[in-house]
């Protein structure tokens, strides 16, 4: 499987200009405070991420067994794309909605409102819906596959650690901090507009 790419120069601007067009048909509405609220509720689990992501971290420096390492490495990049990564769609797809955009959830049949019923949409749904209104550029397709094998079991794991899915090896922990430094960027992008407006 290859890597993504990072985000070039050119696609971090125009992420940020879509974000700020969005952003700014939102400050003219009351439903900003409803995106404040939600923001606000999911702190929470987010510092519950944290702390089970240094608490994978300290497993992982307290093991000399290098399979042992491997597992960890194969549960930080889950933690990271399931709550981290999937925390920056939601993010994205509430703003859409609260511009007028209509996101259905097929299994209950029914439009998300809150960052909550966002949250229960299955990621390829979310994923489609922000192609769709010109967020593409977020899109992490090869993570995305990686993400579907681990969960699924498709891959083997070595006593020496590494990772070998359909019989090639993958760097898991180049992997993890790709997807890390994606976040920063994208996230920095997205909360500027959150400081600036509550501050």
């Given at each position: 499987m290859g890597e993504d790419v990072?985000?070039?120069?050119?696609?971090?601007?125009?992420?940020?200009?879509e974000i700020a067009?969005?952003?700014?048909?939102?400050?003219?509405?009351?439903?900003?405070?409803?995106f404040q609220?939600?923001?606000?509720?999911?702190?929470f689990r987010y510092r519950e991420h944290v702390r089970n992501g240094r608490a994978l971290i300290d497993v992982s420096k307290n093991t000399a067994n290098l399979r042992q390492k491997g597992l960890v490495k194969l549960a930080m990049f889950l933690w990271e794309y399931e709550v981290s990564y999937m925390y920056l769609v939601n993010s994205v797809c509430h703003i859409l909605i609260l511009n007028g955009h209509d996101l259905f959830d097929l299994f209950k049949r029914k439009y998300t409102i809150s960052m909550k019923e966002i949250a229960e949409v299955?990621?390829?749904?979310?994923?489609?819906?922000?192609?769709?209104?010109?967020?593409?550029?977020i899109i992490r397709e090869q993570d995305r596959k990686l993400r579907n094998k681990i969960a699924h079991g498709g891959y083997m794991l070595n006593d020496d650690g590494r990772l070998v899915i359909e019989g090639k090896d993958e760097n898991i922990g180049s992997r993890l901090i790709a997807l890390l430094e994606f976040e920063s960027k994208t996230e920095k992008i997205l909360t500027k507009f959150v400081d600036e407006e509550f501050k």
């Open positions: 990072s985000l070039e120069k050119q696609d971090l601007r125009l992420f940020e200009k067009k969005q952003w700014q048909s939102c400050k003219q509405s009351i439903r900003i405070s409803e609220r939600d923001q606000l509720a999911l702190l299955d990621s390829s749904t979310k994923l489609k819906f922000l192609k769709e209104h010109k967020f593409g550029m």
